[in-house]
């Protein structure tokens, strides 16, 4: 698998955030993005449960990322999640996402959550909208930083 590039102060990649999730991104051979994330109880909504809002925000910046490596930047237009079973704070999440749809400045994607013995947990949907290509550079330097850095 290759690894993404992180950022520095993304509240999802960023490796400076002092409150951020400091995900690791892989892309596969399929080119499907992998992550994995383990949940810590500040992290709780339900007792027990993962935030549905890091929930979301997990799937989105995973179907996002399965255009990283074909250096597409873009942005979320359209978000769906179907919350199937609860998600546990105590297990490690495997989080993908995949292209389902290319078209020339919209992309579509889906994904899933689910727990090391493959039961899935949630699953998303979403659309992204290609940044213009004058508008890349100005995003590139608000991040200040996207490399890969090492595990």
């Known amino acids: 698998m290759e690894k993404q590039p992180n950022s520095r102060m993304c509240f999802v990649c960023g490796i400076e955030n002092p409150i951020g999730l400091h995900l690791r991104f892989y892309t596969d051979d399929e080119g499907r993005c992998i992550a994995r994330f383990q949940p810590k109880?500040?992290?709780?909504?339900?007792?027990?449960?993962?935030?549905?809002?890091?929930?979301?925000?997990?799937?989105?910046?995973?179907?996002?990322?399965?255009?990283?490596?074909?250096?597409?930047?873009?942005?979320?237009?359209?978000?769906?999640?179907?919350?199937?079973?609860?998600?546990?704070?105590?297990?490690?999440?495997?989080?993908?996402?995949?292209?389902?749809?290319?078209?020339?400045?919209?992309?579509?994607?889906?994904?899933?959550i689910r727990l090391p013995d493959g039961t899935v947990l949630v699953e998303g949907s979403g659309r992204y909208i290609r940044i213009p290509d004058e508008a890349i550079q100005e995003a590139r330097s608000g991040l200040d930083f996207w490399e890969v850095v090492p595990d």
């Open 41 to 112: 109880p500040e992290h709780q909504g339900f007792p027990g449960q993962l935030h549905g809002g890091l929930i979301g925000t997990l799937l989105d910046e995973t179907m996002g990322r399965v255009l990283t490596h074909q250096n597409v930047w873009a942005i979320t237009g359209r978000l769906e999640i179907k919350f199937a079973k609860p998600v546990p704070l105590d297990r490690e999440l495997t989080i993908i996402g995949e292209l389902t749809r290319n078209r020339s400045r919209a992309y579509e994607a889906r994904g899933k």
